[in-house]
């Protein structure tokens, strides 16, 4: 069928949003002609303001609880004013099937999950949809393959990337996994973010001669996906001994993890003079732009990860209790691990030691940040 206009509603969780891009980047490529727009909550639907498939943005002003109850109706709203032909569903809930039927879009397509199958006009079972590895991008990609709406992509692109399984006494060198991305990035920051990034590190006092790294020390998961803030004081300090500018940047409820990291380089007597803090300080926006401007990106598995990726900013990315074959970026990236026999256990918290990130040496992440595809340019 021909499709006039497509509304793509995007998961809810900023990491899955980044990892639907493929998809909704093989819609974009099998309609051409099509109007692609894509709905998610208004807290993170920015996101997609930068994504060079997507023609138009719909925030959904939806919330959790009773108050979602009384937003649900506005959500309906936005959804409507949209007037799309067919609404591609990559969220599972049966609350966002239903939203989409109460606006009155005529198709409605999607996975045949938590019952809301006869709200779908095209259901598609799970194992109707061949998917070519675990990693979440392709959960969606599956999807849209099924629906007829992709042709077969690169199934290279999506297969887990090389790791470097890094421990204490590992003195192996150089890093093995790194990748460089060749295609497209799947975001593309604009200049007013670029800028608006830059002047916020100037008056911080970066000095635009000095190398930028970005250093995302939270996770919303949970404390078992972060490179402890002791051991990460310790790799910022020694970017900032290498010659690189190091830019904290995170969500207000990671401003303790960044005034831990900052106290921990004070009492150690590490220089900070190159060391910018923002963490609390950005919205997604700014985020992107300062990723933007990033030569590399240190992360643990979060959405600031995937954002520095999908930008194609190098990142090398920390994994501990989280498994990197489902979650791996989707863009230039080397996977930091610890080959320790409990992980991946996909814990909030750490029942034991959290050997999986304590047995990776801060200075051998350092060396790998050098190493990484593009930083040293």
């Given at each position: 069928?021909?499709?006039?206009?497509?509304?793509?509603?995007?998961?809810?969780?900023?990491?899955?949003?980044?990892?639907?891009?493929?998809?909704?980047?093989?819609?974009?490529?099998?309609?051409?002609?099509?109007?692609?727009?894509?709905?998610?909550?208004?807290?993170?639907?920015?996101?997609?303001?930068?994504?060079?498939?997507?023609?138009?943005?719909?925030?959904?002003?939806?919330?959790?609880?009773?108050?979602?109850?009384?937003?649900?109706?506005?959500?309906?709203?936005?959804?409507?004013?949209?007037?799309?032909?067919?609404?591609?569903l990559l969220t599972n809930s049966f609350s966002s099937a239903w939203a989409v039927s109460r606006a009155g879009i005529p198709e409605r397509?999607?996975?045949?999950?938590?019952?809301?199958?006869?709200?779908?006009?095209?259901?598609?079972?799970?194992?109707?949809?061949?998917?070519?590895?675990?990693?979440?991008?392709?959960?969606?990609?599956?999807?849209?393959?099924?629906?007829?709406?992709?042709?077969?992509?690169?199934?290279?692109?999506?297969?887990?990337?090389?790791?470097?399984?890094?421990?204490?006494?590992?003195?192996?060198?150089?890093?093995?996994?790194?990748?460089?991305?060749?295609?497209?990035?799947?975001?593309?920051?604009?200049?007013?973010?670029?800028?608006?990034?830059?002047?916020?590190?100037?008056?911080?006092?970066?000095?635009?001669?000095?190398?930028?790294?970005?250093?995302?020390?939270?996770?919303?998961?949970?404390?078992?996906?972060?490179?402890?803030?002791?051991?990460?004081?310790?790799?910022?300090?020694?970017?900032?001994?290498?010659?690189?500018?190091?830019?904290?940047?995170?969500?207000?409820?990671?401003?303790?993890?960044?005034?831990?990291?900052?106290?921990?380089?004070?009492?150690?007597?590490?220089?900070?003079?190159?060391?910018v803090n923002l963490i609390g300080k950005t919205d997604l926006a700014m985020l992107v732009g300062l990723a933007d401007l990033c030569r590399?990106?240190?992360?643990?598995?979060?959405?600031?990860?995937?954002?520095?990726?999908?930008?194609?900013?190098?990142?090398?990315?920390?994994?501990?209790?989280?498994?990197?074959?489902?979650?791996?970026?989707?863009?230039?990236?080397?996977?930091?691990?610890?080959?320790?026999?409990?992980?991946?256990?996909?814990?909030?918290?750490?029942?034991?030691?959290?050997?999986?990130?304590?047995?990776?040496?801060?200075?051998?992440?350092?060396?790998?940040?050098?190493?990484?595809?593009?930083?040293?340019?």
């Amino acid at each position: 069928m021909s499709i006039g206009r497509i509304l793509v509603r995007a998961p809810n969780w900023l990491g899955d949003m980044v990892m639907a891009l493929p998809a909704i980047r093989a819609v974009r490529r099998s309609a051409q002609e099509a109007h692609v727009a894509v709905a998610a909550p208004a807290g993170a639907a920015t996101l997609f303001a930068f994504a060079p498939d997507v023609d138009e943005v719909v925030p959904l002003p939806g919330a959790k609880g009773l108050r979602g109850l009384r937003l649900f109706s506005d959500d309906v709203a936005s959804l409507a004013a949209a007037r799309p032909d067919v609404a591609l569903l990559l969220t599972n809930s049966f609350s966002s099937a239903w939203a989409v039927s109460r606006a009155g879009i005529p198709e409605r397509w999607g996975y045949r999950t938590d019952a809301r199958g006869p709200l779908l006009t095209r259901a598609v079972r799970r194992r109707d949809a061949t998917r070519q590895s675990a990693h979440h991008a392709e959960f969606y990609l599956a999807l849209v393959r099924a629906l007829g709406l992709a042709e077969e992509p690169d199934a290279a692109r999506l297969k887990p990337r090389p790791t470097a399984d890094l421990s204490e006494g590992d003195s192996r060198a150089p890093l093995q996994g790194r990748h460089r991305e060749t295609d497209t990035p799947y975001l593309r920051a604009t200049e007013e973010a670029r800028a608006r990034a830059r002047e916020r590190l100037v008056a911080h006092g970066w000095d635009p001669s000095t190398p930028l790294v970005g250093v995302a020390p939270g996770a919303a998961y949970g404390r078992a996906k972060q490179y402890p803030p002791d051991l990460m004081a310790s790799l910022v300090g020694g970017l900032v001994s290498t010659g690189w500018t190091p830019v904290l940047i995170g969500a207000e409820e990671d401003q303790a993890t960044g005034q831990t990291i900052v106290a921990a380089l004070d009492t150690a007597g590490a220089t900070r003079t190159r060391l910018v803090n923002l963490i609390g300080k950005t919205d997604l926006a700014m985020l992107v732009g300062l990723a933007d401007l990033c030569r590399a990106f240190v992360s643990n598995d979060s959405g600031a990860m995937h954002i520095a990726a999908a930008l194609g900013t190098p990142v090398m990315a920390i994994f501990g209790s989280t498994d990197e074959r489902a979650t791996a970026p989707i863009g230039p990236h080397v996977i930091v691990r610890a080959s320790v026999w409990c992980r991946p256990c996909l814990l909030r918290e750490c029942p034991i030691d959290h050997r999986c990130m304590r047995q990776i040496p801060p200075a051998r992440l350092v060396q790998a940040v050098t190493e990484l595809p593009q930083a040293a340019e």
